[in-house]
């Protein structure tokens, strides 16, 4: 069965600090790779996207996520987190075009002065 | 492009009573998604429309709840007879292709009391 898994569902960083959140999926093929992120009370808002070629795809708001096909993995990353970055981040691949969106359980993170 | 509208921002209702809400995509969008969120969740595909035709529904889509897209445009969901577990935030998503990913609207949040 297609799922996809955030292992983290929330991770505390200090701003000016790097960040790491991880996304695994499990697909027959490699879906096309989705980051979104929520802030409270809000709609999702798109950060980047992957569907093939360089496997390093950069984002809005600094973000960037790598593909790694072996560890069946689109793990988000920024290098150094502001406190406007504190929000609820989701991993969401897609099969195909027939297909919907799938959403991970998300990564709530927070930021510390 | 004044981006997914979606009203009411929030709907309180009393148990048993219907409920709709709209959602206005993109108007060059061709595709719809209903979705629901509940609290420390992500989102769940309720329903998917392209142009007026209902494409998909999910096992979550019970028969209390029904959506329509009269005309390709605007799209409604409605809730018969509410019941305290259809509390949640009910998101409306518009997309042109699924490569483009899909541009949500700030969501419609539902309290049944």
């Known amino acids: 069965a297609q799922s996809v898994t955030q292992p983290d569902i929330h991770i505390t960083v200090s701003e000016g600090a790097s960040l790491e959140l991880r996304c695994n999926y499990s697909?027959?093929?490699?879906?096309?790779l989705f980051w979104y992120v929520q802030s409270p009370g809000q709609g999702l808002q798109l950060l980047l996207k992957?569907?093939?070629?360089?496997?390093l795809v950069q984002g809005i708001k600094g973000f960037e996520a790598e593909f790694k096909r072996s560890q069946s993995s689109f793990n988000l990353r920024k290098p150094s987190v502001h406190w406007s970055d504190a929000a609820e981040y989701f991993c969401?691949?897609?099969?195909?075009?027939?297909?919907?969106?799938?959403f991970g359980g998300g990564t709530r993170l927070m930021v510390k002065p | 492009d004044t981006g997914v509208s979606q009203n009411p921002r929030h709907k309180i209702t009393k148990r048993g009573q219907n409920v709709t809400f709209r959602c206005d995509p993109i108007?060059?969008?061709?595709?719809l998604y209903w979705y629901r969120q509940t609290l420390g969740q992500g989102p769940e595909f309720l329903t998917y429309?392209?142009?007026?035709?209902?494409?998909?529904k999910s096992r979550l889509l019970s028969d209390r709840f029904s959506a329509e897209r009269p005309k390709g445009s605007f799209s409604t969901l409605e809730i018969q007879r509410t019941e305290q577990g259809d509390s949640a935030m009910y998101l409306c998503?518009?997309?042109?292709?699924?490569?483009?990913?899909?541009?949500f609207g700030s969501g419609t949040r539902l309290t049944v009391v």
């Open positions: 998503a518009s997309s042109l292709a699924v490569e483009n990913g899909y541009t």
């Open positions: 697909y027959g093929a490699t879906p096309y």
């Open positions: 992957y569907f093939s070629g360089d496997t």
């Open positions: 969401a691949p897609v099969q195909d075009a027939g297909n919907m969106l799938t």
């Open positions: 108007s060059e969008h061709n595709r």
């Open positions: 429309f392209q142009n007026e035709a209902q494409l998909e």
